[in-house]
């Protein structure tokens, strides 16, 4: 299937890394031109490299902390005057805070909620004057489910939830489609679960154990969700919580 994703214009936050690094990668294959962001400046030199060898687009990138609304704002801003346009957005930082004490709300509201509306309402603009325009948050199935992350975590990733089907209900009309992705646990190197393997073994078996496929996903896997439902390809799909857990949740999503 060619996802039409050719020449345009795309943001990933988080690009250096597991999923979004994943993405990154996954869209500038398909002939995106890519930007990132990460908090990291040598991890996102290191990438924007590759990702202009990987396809011989072009691609950018700077050091942007998303809970910094201002910074980020000024980032999207430049790279949308720069590139004279942006078609695809992907939000995809997280506080990962899944404590209860008041530092874990006030990261996950900054991160995960306030860094996505930032940047969502930078790239608008440049979002209407595209043919193309998409805006995908990364969400989890802790935002649909009671989990060991239930919380200030949990909470936010539903609330993304909300908030991007009422953006797709919102911009339809102006042929804007937001959708969230919500994937399982996904397990890569340096990420959260391998520290919990070896950090916290019990609960790792425990998740582990939850998942009918007795494994946990891959990077790879959540970005060839995403690249397809930011893409033309899904043109009629905006509002969808495209849940990407292998058969983790038992819920039934209505």
């Given at each position: 299937m060619d996802l039409q994703l050719k020449g345009l214009k795309a943001i990933v936050t988080g690009g250096t890394k597991g999923i979004g690094l994943a993405i990154a990668r996954t869209l500038a294959a398909e002939g995106a031109e890519v930007a990132i962001c990460a908090r990291d400046q040598a991890a996102v030199d290191v990438t924007v490299s590759a990702l202009a060898e990987l396809s011989g687009a072009r691609a950018s990138g700077a050091a942007v902390d998303v809970s910094?609304?201002?910074?980020?704002?000024?980032?999207v801003e430049r790279i949308g005057s720069e590139w004279s346009g942006l078609d695809i957005v992907v939000a995809n930082v997280s506080a990962l805070a899944i404590g209860n004490d008041i530092q874990s709300w006030r990261k996950e509201f900054e991160t995960d909620l306030l860094g996505t509306v930032n940047l969502v309402e930078a790239a608008m603009p440049y979002l209407e004057a595209s043919r193309a325009a998409s805006i995908v948050a990364i969400s989890s199935v802790s935002g649909r489910e009671i989990d060991f992350a239930a919380g200030p975590y949990g909470v936010f990733k539903a609330a993304l939830v909300?908030?991007?089907?009422?953006?797709?209900?919102?911009?339809?009309?102006?042929?804007i489609r937001a959708n969230t992705v919500s994937p399982g646990n996904v397990y890569f190197e340096g990420g959260v679960w391998d520290w919990i393997e070896h950090n916290d073994a019990a609960l790792f078996e425990r998740a582990l154990a939850?998942?009918?496929t007795g494994r946990m996903g891959r990077p790879q896997e959540i970005a060839n969700a995403v690249a397809f439902i930011a893409s033309p390809a899904a043109s009629f799909v905006s509002g969808t919580n495209f849940v990407v857990d292998g058969a983790l949740t038992r819920g039934v999503q209505l």
């Open positions: 910094d609304g201002a910074a980020l704002k000024a980032w909300h908030y991007m089907q009422g953006l797709a209900n919102q911009l339809a009309s102006k042929g939850l998942n009918p």
